[in-house]
């Protein structure tokens, strides 16, 4: 073998291992970037469903959760809260839960939810996006008194809503509060967060 074919050979052999060196390297330096196109898993669990056991919630009880950076209010009512929804039309501004954008289908009704005794509503107000408090005490003077049935104020503004998150006629929020997507998925857990187990 001549001195010239040998050197063809170790040229050859040393491209294609530089080639194939090079090839690992900029797949190390690539995925990490590439990887940084992918949401987080702080990302993903923030905008992922909630499960919420409800076994031990007693009626006028709420449960806060935290979906999509929003607080969403689960609570039981009992029947007598049920039975004050209903009186309650005169003094609402969409009783009837017209804007359908506000909730889903399974629960454009007066109680506003699948089940009439578990409520779930996204506690911002429609106003200005302030917190409501929760106030279920029936008859506060700061609130109307013996017209107030228990519901929602909102201390930023006062916009007052009842049990089911309809808002009060007068107040400054323009529309109840947001029913947000949700299923049981069993008698002792809702989903917060989709429509069924689709």
Same mark, same amino acid.
């Not at 294609?16 to 990887?35: C, D, K, N, Y």
């Not at 992922?48 to 607080?71: C, F, H, M, T």
């Not at 309650?88 to 005794?117: C, G, V």
């Given at each position: 073998?001549?001195?010239?074919?040998?050197?063809?050979?170790? #040229? #050859?052999?040393?491209?294609?291992? @530089? @080639?194939?060196? =090079?090839?690992?390297?900029?797949?190390?330096?690539?995925?990490?970037?590439?990887? @940084?196109?992918?949401?987080?898993?702080?990302?993903?669990?923030?905008?992922?469903?909630? /499960?919420?056991?409800?076994?031990?919630?007693?009626?006028?009880?709420?449960? #806060?959760?935290?979906?999509?950076?929003?607080?969403?209010? !689960?609570?039981?009512? &009992?029947?007598?809260?049920?039975? /004050?929804?209903?009186?309650?039309?005169?003094?609402?501004?969409?009783?009837?839960?017209?804007?359908?954008?506000?909730?889903? %289908? *399974?629960?454009?009704?007066?109680?506003?939810? !699948?089940?009439?005794? !578990?409520?779930?509503?996204? =506690?911002?107000?429609? +106003?200005? $996006?302030?917190?409501? @408090? *929760?106030?279920?005490?029936?008859?506060?003077? /700061?609130? =109307?008194?013996?017209?107030?049935?228990?519901?929602? *104020?909102?201390?930023? +503004?006062?916009?007052?809503?009842?049990?089911? $998150? #309809?808002?009060? %006629?007068?107040?400054?929020?323009?529309?109840?509060?947001?029913?947000?997507?949700?299923?049981?998925?069993? &008698?002792?857990? !809702?989903?917060?967060?989709?429509?069924?187990?689709?």
């Amino acid at each position: 073998m001549s001195e010239q074919s040998i050197d063809l050979r170790k #040229r #050859r052999f040393l491209t294609q291992t @530089t @080639t194939v060196v =090079g090839a690992v390297g900029v797949g190390f330096v690539a995925w990490p970037f590439l990887s @940084t196109w992918s949401p987080s898993a702080k990302a993903k669990a923030a905008g992922a469903p909630v /499960d919420v056991d409800i076994s031990k919630l007693e009626p006028g009880q709420l449960v #806060r959760v935290l979906w999509r950076k929003k607080p969403v209010w !689960i609570f039981k009512r &009992d029947e007598q809260i049920l039975n /004050d929804l209903k009186t309650l039309d005169a003094e609402l501004a969409d009783p009837n839960n017209e804007t359908a954008s506000q909730q889903p %289908a *399974y629960a454009q009704n007066p109680h506003r939810s !699948i089940k009439p005794e !578990i409520a779930v509503i996204v =506690g911002i107000c429609t +106003h200005l $996006g302030c917190s409501p @408090t *929760y106030r279920p005490e029936v008859g506060a003077a /700061d609130l =109307g008194g013996d017209s107030w049935k228990g519901g929602f *104020y909102c201390p930023c +503004h006062g916009s007052k809503f009842d049990l089911a $998150g #309809r808002v009060f %006629a007068g107040a400054p929020a323009p529309t109840n509060l947001q029913v947000p997507p949700y299923y049981f998925v069993n &008698d002792s857990t !809702i989903r917060v967060g989709l429509d069924s187990q689709a």
